[in-house]
């Protein structure tokens, strides 16, 4: 499990306590990304690796740097040299074909329905499973969501209902193909057109899932600005290739 963070106080221990319930022995990795409140130190308090830059470096940079930690750690547990016993989580987390589950900090309560995207993984329906906000929580006028599903279409051909949506869970293999994630927001854009582009399979199911969204007030229009420089920035260096 790999949580982005970023100022998360309020959410982030409901949001690792919900997925310790429904994902019981996986190992819990945030990816903290300058955070100035106590995200940080709740998230150990709840038993996490935290992965933190002490600054701001935009979602994909922190998440970048908590992905790889996790893909390390587990092949390091693989290694014969290891003497100590493992553990339950250790485990599960260097078994072949590993699945790792990526979310936002801000899900709270509700990160206990991702566990059908680590099934639909596990079954071999994908290498890539993408969940599907069931109710469409605060939001702009869409222009921002249009463009990622533009970018999408263009870049790989693959028509999608969530281009942004940061609950994914992948394949070992799938998650070294989009490593390092795009910069800032433009991460999942990104992410899911070097999975297509890849041969990864990806499919998206709808959850009921809640988050802090933003409205539309000056503040969410311009978070949602700057999503679309990102999400701009990203299809242009895919386009490039």
Same mark, same amino acid.
């Not at 969940?131 to 222009?143: K, Q, T």
């Not at 969501?145 to 051909?157: H, N, V």
């Not at 949506?165 to 070294?176: C, D, F, K, P, V």
């Given at each position: 499990m790999i949580v982005a963070a970023h100022d998360e106080a309020a959410r982030i221990g409901a949001t690792l306590a919900a997925l310790e319930r429904a994902f019981p022995g996986a190992r819990l990795w945030v990816a903290d990304d300058g955070s100035r409140d106590g995200t940080a130190a709740i998230a150990r308090a709840a038993g996490a690796l935290v992965v933190g830059s002490g600054r701001v470096v935009g979602k994909g940079g922190a998440m970048t740097a908590a992905a790889r930690a996790a893909l390390e750690r587990s092949r390091a547990e693989r290694r014969p040299e290891v003497a100590r016993a493992?553990?339950?989580?250790?485990?599960?987390?260097?078994?072949?074909?590993?699945?790792?589950?990526?979310?936002?900090?801000?899900?709270?309560?509700?990160?206990?329905?991702?566990?059908?995207?680590?099934?639909?993984?596990?079954?071999?329906?994908?290498?890539?499973?993408?969940?599907?906000?069931?109710?469409?929580?605060?939001?702009?006028?869409?222009?921002?969501?249009?463009?990622?599903?533009?970018?999408?279409?263009?870049?790989?051909?693959?028509?999608?209902?969530?281009?942004?949506?940061?609950?994914?869970? /992948?394949?070992?293999?799938? /998650?070294?193909?989009?490593?390092?994630?795009?910069?800032?927001?433009?991460?999942?854009?990104?992410?899911?057109?070097?999975?297509?582009?890849?041969?990864?399979?990806l499919i998206e199911i709808e959850l009921d899932l809640a988050h802090r969204a933003s409205g539309r007030s000056l503040a969410g229009f311009a978070h949602r600005a700057r999503q679309l420089i990102d999400f701009a920035r990203a299809y242009a260096r895919r386009r490039a290739r």
């Open positions: 493992p553990t339950v989580a250790d485990q599960r987390a260097a078994a072949p074909g590993a699945i790792y589950v990526l979310c936002d900090g801000d899900l709270a309560d509700s990160a206990g329905e991702l566990a059908p995207l680590a099934d639909a993984v596990r079954g071999g329906e994908a290498d890539v499973a993408v969940a599907v906000f069931a109710r469409r929580v605060g939001g702009g006028i869409g222009l921002a969501l249009a463009f990622a599903r533009w970018a999408i279409r263009s870049g790989c051909g693959v028509q999608t209902r969530a281009p942004i949506s940061g609950q994914r869970a /992948l394949a070992e293999h799938a /998650l070294e193909h989009v490593l390092p994630f795009a910069h800032g927001y433009g991460m999942e854009l990104g992410m899911t057109i070097d999975a297509v582009r890849a041969g990864d399979r």
